[in-house]
């Protein structure tokens, strides 16, 4: 069964760091174009983050450009994002999403299988 998994989600300080983990099972991620979102209970899931399976071929949110990286490591089914400089406003779930095929997209209905998410906050 085609599965992914976040991890490394938690409590920081502004300006603090995370790295969070996507991980596949049931399908072999390098095949598969990944995304980040992220969902508080006020608002819409909003796409922060993609990587096509070339690894090079990245997209972001303005909201998180520059702050933010995604990689992934195929030889562990896994894609990681790099959360730097963190604000109160980042708080909240964060899904991966995959879908088979080249292209990423910042667009939820694009992909096929989701993760559970993992919660990120951000407080002092």
């Known amino acids: 069964q085609a599965q992914l998994v976040e991890s490394g989600g938690g409590l920081v300080q502004p300006g603090g760091s995370l790295r969070l983990s996507c991980t596949a099972s049931g399908f072999p991620l390098a095949a598969y174009a990944v995304g980040w979102f992220r969902q508080t209970p006020r608002q819409e899931r909003e796409g922060i983050a993609s990587i096509a399976t070339d690894g090079r071929t990245t997209t972001y949110a303005d909201s998180v450009n520059g702050r933010f990286t995604i990689s992934r490591r195929d030889a562990k089914n896994t894609v990681l994002i790099q959360l730097k400089n963190l604000k109160p406003e980042d708080t909240a779930v964060y899904y991966c999403?995959?879908?088979?095929?080249?292209?990423?997209?910042?667009?939820?209905?694009?992909?096929?299988?989701w993760g559970q998410g993992t919660q990120v906050t951000v407080s002092s």
């Open positions: 999403a995959a879908k088979l095929g080249f292209h990423g997209s910042l667009q939820a209905s694009f992909y096929d299988v």
